[in-house]
């Protein structure tokens, strides 16, 4: 199944959302005034447009997520990775470290993650 996009704004409701989840629709309304300046409507509009999409589920006013955060992420990576790199994941990690200076510790763990497979190593 592939993951629904998910857009900026929709992207930093969703942060909200899994930090508090489960969470009452009312709860997460205010949450989104105080943190994101919206009103009351537009946190119900952007529930009722990511449940329609399968991102969340909005059941007896509380609202869980059915897609995670990583999963989000992945999907943005990969189509960023397809418009941008042309599929490309080495022009890809080309053009993220290219103009940075990386520690040898940042470094040892990007190998790290390689080497398993994309899965960071448990400490």
Sequence with gaps: ???????ESE????LIMW??????????ARLCAEELGWRRTTT???IK????RGVLKNENSVVTSLVS????QRAEVDEMMTK???GSLPAFISAFVSGRK??????EEIKSIIENGGKEKEE
């Design 1 to 7: 199944m592939q993951t629904p996009k998910v857009f």
């Design 11 to 14: 992207y930093r409701f969703c």
């Design 102 to 107: 990386l520690s040898e510790k940042e470094v």
């Design 44 to 46: 119900y509009t952007v």
């Design 69 to 72: 955060k990583e999963e989000v």
């Design 19 to 28: 930090k508090h989840e489960p969470v009452q629709s009312a709860e997460l």
């Design 84 to 86: 941008t790199f042309e």
């Design 49 to 52: 447009r990511l449940a329609e």
